[in-house]
């Protein structure tokens, strides 16, 4: 991003304008819950901040997935995997989700590594509430819950039902 100077500039509602979305070019305070609709959230020192609902719409669907894996892994199901890769495949879901859940990585990386994001202002601050922080945006602010929605429908898929007829 440019180094575009937007200091005392205002958002469409009158906030203190932090940054301009990358996307729309909106100016955005997110601090102020004052954003445009590509605002997903920011990245704080490894966590997600500043989203309500990711863990609904990208971790709990991720985590399911993650033990789904490790469960055909310790069952040495290969067929099992090969028809989950298979699935995934259908549904679009990038290859390295198979390397990442198998890595048993959180759910917050690998959304970094499977959806495409743009990256706001990086800040950094001294002090007491040290840090480092970049907002996220995405050009398609459903890409990430359709992506949920997928890990969700291929372990409903391919779980064996514990309960009823198989
Ligand atoms: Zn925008």
Redesign the pocket.
């Known amino acids: 991003m440019s180094a575009e100077d937007i200091r005392g500039l205002k958002t469409p509602n009158g906030e203190e304008a932090v940054e301009r ?1 990358p ?4 100016l955005n305070s997110p601090g102020a819950c004052d954003t ?4 997903y959230g920011s990245a704080w020192d490894g966590d997600l901040i500043w989203n309500d609902f990711f863990e609904t719409e990208m971790g709990k669907p991720w985590d399911a997935l993650v033990e789904f894996i490790r469960e055909l892994s310790e069952a040495k199901d290969k067929g099992g995997i090969e028809k989950a890769k298979l699935l995934a495949k259908k549904l679009s879901i990038p290859a390295k989700w198979l390397k990442l859940a198998r890595r048993e990585v959180g759910a917050f990386s690998a959304m970094k590594e499977l959806v495409k994001f743009q990256v706001g202002l990086r800040v950094v601050t001294d002090g007491m509430l040290s840090g480092e922080g970049y907002s996220l ?1 995405l050009e398609d602010p459903g890409v990430v819950e359709n992506l949920g929605k997928n890990f969700t429908r291929l372990v409903n898929k391919l779980k064996p039902r514990r309960r009823g007829t198989r």
């Open positions: 979305c996307v729309c070019g909106r445009c609709e590509h605002f945006y």
